[in-house]
């Protein structure tokens, strides 16, 4: 029974720190938005400009993701996080002394990078140490990533009236860096060992057709993640509101997003099937974007929410589809990087194109008009996703 104990101890204990650790992958992206007009008021950036503090750190997120895994079979999984936390805490608190467009973006991206490590590594290490609840623990992970960005959204904003500085509104957040360094250090001793032993070469998955069909379905959803996180408070701004109430509004997005993120995954546990799970979710998301397009005033929590509820619930579900079709721990951890990797790559784009669109057109309604376009492809995407041919694509 101390056995049991014990493990059930460390496994409190490696979750609490997972969470925290997920809290820092999205507040260096997800604080530029709601503070956009202030950094514009001192720093020339044009909205195409400005979309590169999106897209370059999930672009370098993407190519990272490809060689996450093979860093974390070199230096173990423990460190690779360590490591990575440091990368983004040193990039987040550089900006408190950033004063041009390229410093602020080199900031981006090098945050990026330590966010792919991460990224790259956790899906492998949840279905290892988490074999028989993934799907729970898969979805609480992703909603503390997600919780993050409402945190960094809602309150980055208030960190702005309170001081009068964006530099710190954007750096506060490597607070959250160094206590989850510290917390990831503290429960090292209850870490157990991974299962398996790391093999010496990571299988290649680039001549896989499902594999580039769960990356490309991967990489669309996201690209509606990251042109909202982007986009939106920037979009009600233009209509009128303040950064303060634009940014809430964002983080009340995010904040359905962490429900549907913790909600979605405990639902679609119980069937292997997750199909009519995805299509719901997409149904949510396109309703989101009408809501957007047709009336964006009226009515203007209903279409975060819905947005958040869609948005929420697709992104670990995209994850947990892709873990569903390998069982081997190791090899699915090979799988969700390279998913995340190539969809990041895809997803990256989304914001360049929504703000060349705004620059071009003087509107972000045809950035909306175009993801729910996409969103729509991707529900027939789901159509393919029958869990009784999930052994026939990835043997």
């Not at 809290?23 to 400009?49: D, K, Q, W």
Request: net charge positive; glycine share 10%.
């Amino acid at each position: 029974m101390e056995n049991v104990r014990t493990s059930s101890t460390q496994a409190v204990w490696l979750m609490v720190s997972i969470v925290l650790v997920a809290l820092n992958l999205r507040p260096s992206m997800a604080a530029v938005g709601p503070l956009l007009s202030a950094i514009r008021g001192e720093v020339p950036l044009s909205f195409s400009t400005a979309s590169l503090l999106t897209l370059l750190p999930v672009m370098a997120m993407g190519l990272a993701m490809l060689l996450g895994m093979r860093i974390a079979l070199r230096i173990g999984e423990h460190r690779t996080i360590a490591l990575s936390l440091l990368i983004i805490g040193l990039a987040t608190a550089s900006r408190l002394y950033l004063d041009s467009a390229a410093g602020l973006i080199v900031s981006a991206v090098v945050a990026g990078l330590g966010i792919a490590l991460i990224q790259a590594v956790m899906p492998a290490l949840i279905k290892s140490r988490f074999a028989e609840n993934v799907s729970l623990f898969m979805g609480l992970y992703v909603t503390s990533v997600m919780g993050g960005a409402a945190i960094a959204a809602a309150f980055s904003p208030l960190v702005l009236v309170q001081t009068s500085n964006w530099r710190i509104g954007l750096s506060v957040w490597a607070l959250l860096a160094l206590a989850a360094l510290g917390g990831w250090y503290a429960q090292r001793s209850a870490v157990p060992p991974s299962p398996e032993a790391p093999t010496p070469h990571q299988e290649s998955f680039f001549g896989n057709s499902r594999a580039w069909m769960l990356a490309i379905f991967f990489g669309l959803g996201t690209a509606s993640y990251t042109c909202v996180l982007a986009w939106l408070a920037p979009y009600y701004v233009e209509k009128g509101w303040s950064e303060q109430h634009a940014g809430l509004l964002l983080g009340f997005l995010t904040a359905m997003e962490v429900l549907s993120g913790l909600v979605t995954p405990a639902i679609a546990n119980r069937s292997r099937d997750k199909r009519l799970v995805l299509c719901v979710l997409l149904a949510l998301i396109i309703s989101g974007f009408c809501g957007l397009i047709l009336s964006p005033e009226r009515l203007s929590l209903l279409w975060p929410c819905l947005l958040g509820l869609g948005i929420g619930g697709l992104f670990p579900m995209s994850l947990i589809v892709s873990l569903d079709h390998v069982d081997n721990p190791r090899r699915a951890g090979g799988l969700t990087a390279f998913v995340q990797g190539i969809g990041y790559l895809i997803a990256g784009l989304s914001p360049l194109i929504a703000g060349m669109i705004r620059d071009q057109l003087g509107s972000f309604e045809w950035a909306w008009r175009s993801l729910t376009a996409v969103m729509m492809l991707m529900m027939v995407m789901v159509l393919r996703f029958d869990p009784k041919a999930y052994g026939r694509h990835l043997r």
